[in-house]
């Protein structure tokens, strides 16, 4: 079927582990069932602050949401049999607050062989409109696409224990056009016209659907937003969310209720893979109107979420408070190199999340309207109650860190802030951060220039970095970011975990999420600044960040986790403790 034949507006178409139930026979007697999958968290290259999954292949966040108990809930593309992409099922990990994560069984099976469970999202059905849950408020309904090779169409399953067990639809698929290319349902509930919204990918007509319907199973095809912004080889991945917009973006804690104007807008996110400005995947963002049916951008231009390489089909969390901002998750790998990275052959996984991210817009450039991005409160994860090193004077000076073995996770937070810094035509000097291996002499470095021929651009450069050979893996990233001329001040927060690096510019006006996998491990932190004017003011402080697995640590010192247990000890990467 052509696909103009389907897109007519009106037409209707049709810390608890928990057991596991399914409802329909699995093929495959390799993937478990009924327990979480074991996994070894103690690895040189693993993440200690980012999700990671137990074993295996693990790609797009699905179905984030806030159940009525206060549990975020993150599934994810996950083949549970190998280290590359394909068996596709809906892993599924819990966490009261979005640092320890709690692995659960997997949520969402395949039916039959051939068939795969692609990405989608999950909401909390409150009123029963699906008619799943009688007396019942709290039922969640997960919308994804099922893949085969003859086509791939929506599907809807629900859960009557919070989201732990699903039972397929019997009138499954909800949404079928005859399609090979039509995935990643994103749903919504939009209040003011008392419908769920459907986006969804026609993803090589660089066409987003829009859908509504009164209750997740019957839905009418309403409009379509199509070819905007970057097309690369396809759309993946949307996401449609109000969203609030700041007030002030240069106050302290920009992003809180206080700075928000009292109406939202909406966003509208779209992933393309092929075809990053890098290379590979991306994810690219569209400030806009919505009125129950149809999206409106404010304009035209192209906006990237993140400036890095590492950061692709970036999820929303549903049914979070109607005063919180929104919340995030994005998978923190490139697709030009995530099948391949060593993390597969060393530590029996691959990929990894961004930390979460709270989120608004604000209009802060000539550009318009900007998506604003900060990792969730890191306060209450650091490893002492003072910083491990400070400096509130640093000036022209450096600032030396020997952290491999205060700090046993490997991860820090590190905060920068440049003050009185004068006009663009004076201003002068670089600062610069630098990673180091004490072992390997490897190095991971960012940097900022302040003034010259890149005045204002802001570098990564993960070259020096030896543990994997590829020739997409980009080794260096930039970004301008001009320094607000009404206050002189420039800040940089920057988050590193093993393997992982987030980058977060001026309160988040920009960020970047970069990966990197060295041969020993990075211990030791230096912060440099040099040809600073006269009176420019340097504040620095250093943070160690606890592990996320640590606590619940079972059998001290095996390395298992299981259900999310796990050990400390860290190993390098040939596995030694």
Not at 62 to 68: K, Q, R
Not at 265 to 272: A, Q, R, T
């Amino acid at each position: 079927m052509l696909l103009s034949s389907v897109l007519i507006p009106g037409a209707s178409v049709l810390r608890v582990v928990h057991a596991q139930s399914f409802t329909a026979s699995y093929l495959e007697p390799s993937v478990p069932t009924g327990a979480p999958i074991a996994g070894d968290y103690s690895g040189a290259l693993r993440p200690q602050i980012h999700f990671s999954p137990p074993q295996h292949f693990m790609n797009d966040p699905c179905g984030l949401h806030l159940d009525p108990s206060g549990i975020y809930h993150m599934y994810y593309q996950y083949n549970p049999t190998g280290n590359i992409a394909g068996n596709q099922h809906w892993g599924h990990a819990t966490s009261e607050d979005l640092f320890h994560w709690t692995n659960q069984p997997i949520a969402i099976y395949p039916g039959a062989d051939g068939e795969a469970i692609f990405t989608g999202s999950a909401v909390i059905d409150v009123n029963n409109t699906s008619g799943f849950f009688p007396n019942q408020t709290n039922g969640v309904v997960a919308i994804y696409t099922l893949n085969t090779a003859q086509e791939e169409v929506q599907e809807v399953a629900y859960s009557a224990d919070g989201g732990y067990t699903f039972t397929k639809y019997l009138h499954n698929p909800v949404i079928s056009v005859n399609s090979t290319q039509f995935r990643d349902p994103k749903v919504i509930w939009h209040a003011a016209t008392s419908s769920w919204v459907m986006v969804v990918s026609y993803a090589q007509a660089f066409t987003i659907g829009i859908y509504t319907s009164p209750n997740l199973t019957n839905w009418t095809h309403a409009s379509n937003f199509t070819h905007a912004g970057l097309l690369g080889l396809q759309y993946e991945c949307p996401n449609l969310v109000p969203i609030p917009t700041i007030l002030n973006a240069s106050v302290p804690f920009a992003l809180s209720s206080a700075n928000f104007a009292p109406e939202n807008m909406y966003v509208l996110l779209v992933s393309i893979n092929p075809g990053a400005p890098l290379g590979g995947s991306i994810t690219q963002y569209f400030p806009g109107s919505f009125n129950g049916t149809h999206f409106i951008p404010v304009d035209s231009a192209a906006r990237i979420a993140d400036f890095g390489k590492d950061n692709y089909a970036g999820q929303f969390f549903s049914d979070m408070p109607s005063t919180a901002p929104p919340l995030s998750v994005a998978w923190a790998s490139n697709w030009q190199y995530a099948q391949s990275v060593p993390t597969g052959p060393l530590e029996n996984f691959r990929s990894a999340m961004t930390l979460p991210r709270i989120n608004a817009l604000a209009n802060i450039t000539s550009v318009g309207y900007d998506l604003v991005s900060i990792p969730s409160d890191l306060r209450g994860r650091y490893t002492t109650t003072l910083p491990l090193a400070a400096n509130t004077s640093l000036g022209n000076g450096s600032l030396l860190l020997d952290y491999g073995a205060s700090v046993p996770s490997g991860a820090l937070y590190l905060a920068l802030d440049v003050t009185s810094i004068p006009s663009s035509a004076t201003a002068t000097g670089t600062a610069n951060i630098t990673f180091l291996s004490s072992v390997t002499g490897e190095s991971l470095r960012g940097g900022f220039f302040l003034g010259g021929p890149n005045q204002y651009d802001f570098f990564i450069d993960r070259g020096r970095v030896r543990g994997f050979e590829n020739p997409f893996f980009t080794d260096k990233v930039s970004v301008n970011n001009p320094v607000d001329p009404d206050t002189g001040i420039w800040r940089l927060e920057m988050v590193i975990d093993r393997s992982i690096l987030e980058v977060f510019l001026d309160g988040g006006q920009r960020s970047a999420t970069t990966s990197f996998f060295s041969e020993g491990e990075l211990d030791t932190l230096m912060v440099s600044t040099e040809g600073l004017n006269e009176g420019i003011g340097v504040s620095v402080q250093v943070w160690g960040l606890q592990s996320a697995w640590v606590a619940e640590e079972v059998g001290w010192g095996n390395g298992s986790v299981a259900g999310n247990l796990t050990q400390m000890a860290r190993r390098d990467v040939w596995g030694h403790l």
